[in-house]
């Protein structure tokens, strides 16, 4: 990890690579970022673009496509690439195609001489970063997927909605799976230093758990409703893609439900799973285990089940 010059390589400039670019640039989050897409005309249009909005910004970020070769001496490697759903094309299918795209991505970084933290986003995304761990060889750690690090951000706006009080003293988290199995560990969900199931308990006209319901069940169903609205999410997905990288780069040790390999941890292993983690230069420092009711440790456990009879059905 460079601490001189924070270097990052987007491959992949969509509507997701593109909106973590522009959050990136916003945020002066790095000072070197390469563009690196299929379609490299694209990339040097993309970083025209954004450079010629550097006169507004507060950096001097160095913007430019870019190639595999450049991926040598960055820090992150953000994989945003991949390929869309065809009409009546089963989920397994999908992921088939996109192991065949990330087997053309990453080969050519690792030959590049990278040495840094890969940064998965592509759907599904738990499964592309334990592709990516695979394909790569690295440790584990250095792999590590956006996970559920989105939806912990829509759990925490609905409840500070909910209970009209700025989100970021909401402390509660999804886990599991980015997906349909994903869920609310609700015992262990805070407001301020209060549990949200006490506060409930005391003021019952005022929450009750059907209403925490709803919650979790709006936060699993957004990106579908967005879906319908405008056909992509990709603002909410690029600031979390950003908050992750400045972690790493800063060497922050922030808690993130980031997607990691879980080696023991809840008695899982051999998968990738959003769960909250300690996250910092070297990638996932550790996996912070919260406390699950019996309940939540069956949820749990289903979730990293889908996932690994996934990954399996994939014959890598």
Sequence with gaps: MQNDNRKVVLIGTGMVGMSYA???????????????????????????????????????M???????????????VVICAGVAQKPGESRLDLLRRNAAVFRSI???VVQSGFNGIFLVATNPVDI????????????PRRVVGSGTV????????????????????VHAYVIGEHGDSEFVPWSQAMLATRPITALCKDAPDQCCSGDLSRIESEVRDAAQQIIRAKN?????????LTRITKAILGNENSVLTVSAMLLGEY???DVFVGVPCIVNRNGVRRVHTLELSEAEKEKFHASCETLRTSFRDLEL
Excluded at 49 to 58: E, K
């Design 22 to 60: 522009y959050a990136m640039l916003n945020q002066g989050a790095c000072d070197e970022l390469v563009l690196i897409d299929v379609n490299r005309e694209r990339a040097q249009g993309e970083a025209m673009d954004l450079n010629h909005g550097l006169a507004f910004a507060a950096t001097n």
């Design 62 to 76: 160095r913007i430019y496509a870019g190639s595999y070769r450049d991926c040598e001496d960055a820090d992150i």
């Design 106 to 108: 990453v080969a050519p």
């Design 128 to 139: 592309m970063t334990r592709i990516t761990c695979a394909l790569s060889g690295f440790n």
């Design 150 to 169: 989105l939806d912990t951000a829509r759990l925490r706006f609905l409840l500070g909605d909910f209970f009209e009080v700025d989100p970021r003293n």
């Design 232 to 240: 992509a999410t990709y603002y909410g997905i690029g600031m979390s």
């Design 267 to 269: 008695g899982e292993s």
